[in-house]
């Protein structure tokens, strides 16, 4: 296979990570739906902020602390640009796509559903965007009800059901992944938002495992909201963006209190900025989200839609490679799949054959991947799960499988 395609041979030095040995091997690192690299810019770019312009945002008149929220400011508005969002005032930073969730489950959902309206979302969701409903059905007496993935190895959704579903139910709020981080899947989020909004059904996209991989443009999809993780394009940890409609968030109350989203406060009582600044209480990861959008100019001068189509193509080769094993079991579509391949091999367990690759210096995830409902639908307790990105190269799933050939030999499987 000639690597001249890939966006590897342009991307690999600019991640110095990715130049170290592990065990004795050059370090193949397919864990990226857990965390991506970073690139040197972005780490120069955090140093560079806290070596020159940092202090508190949004509070001083002096320089350091300008010059700081103007950064800040300018990466929310980076945000927006990268989103295609309408205004910087739809774009909250969070901790992550987590938090985001969170924010919305909080704020919107358990403020405003009544006891019998439904929550839905899919049996192929993250805990992150699974838990949060669970507790706001609880709290608001509505129901959680669940689009169930169809196949043994899990295909997908069978999202032509969506319309029939929220004729018959009395649905209020869809929430659901674009990239399946266990299934590897796509789901159709423009289709399935049009089809939510003919309703009036508010939606949330958890785009957690696509930002940093696909276009997306929030105007065009018509979501009500969307979150992602900078850690996983690329950007710093602890920082994240939550998007929302500006009047959905202008009507919301904040989810969490205390400094600097407030514009009064009496001893009784206390009025809220606007959005987004309201939900952004306490000191936020200022370098984190200079990071962020240091993180984003890269992404985007390489192109979202080249990076799509090169983890297509990495998913799809490492898929195909994957089938040469005996016994083994892939999860998620053979069509249609992002750069994301779960697996069971043979009897071993994913723990097991995880510490074994990383003797040979390869980085995968094994586990329940944080779905734990999917993968015991699916009749497992844990798989093992290869993960890419555009530094990633074919010689790295050369190195995979030969890793898992080895695997099958030591292990008897
Ligand atoms: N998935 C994985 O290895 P945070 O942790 O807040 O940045 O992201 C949570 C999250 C939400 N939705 C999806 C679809 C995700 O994949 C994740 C994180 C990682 O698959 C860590 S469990």
Redesign the pocket.
Known sequence: MVNRAFLSDRTRQDFPILHQSVNGHPLVYL?N???TQRPGCVIEEISRYYREDHANVHRGLHALSTRATQLYEAARTRVARFLNAAQPASIVFT???????NLVAASWVTARLRPGEVILTTEM?????LIPWQIAAQRTGAQLKFLPVTGEDGAGVDWDRLERLLDELPVRFLAF?H????LGCVNPIARICQAAKKVGVITLV?A??SAGHSPLDVQAIDCDFL?F?G??CCGP?GI?VLYGKSHLLEQMEPYQVGGEMISSVTYERAEWKPAPHRFEAGTPHIAGAIGLAKALDYLDRLGRPAIESNDHLLGRLAYERLRELPGIRILGPRQDRAGIVSFQLGRIHAHDLVAYADQFGVAL?GGH??TQPLMRKLGLSASA?A?FYFYNTTEEIDRLLNTLRSAADYFGA
């Open positions: 864990d739906a857990a965390s901790r992550g796509t987590t938090e985001s969730i969701e993250h805990h992150a965007n992944t990239i399946s981080n266990s958890d957690a495992q979150a993780s850690h996983k940890t994240g995830r991947h944080c799960r993960s």
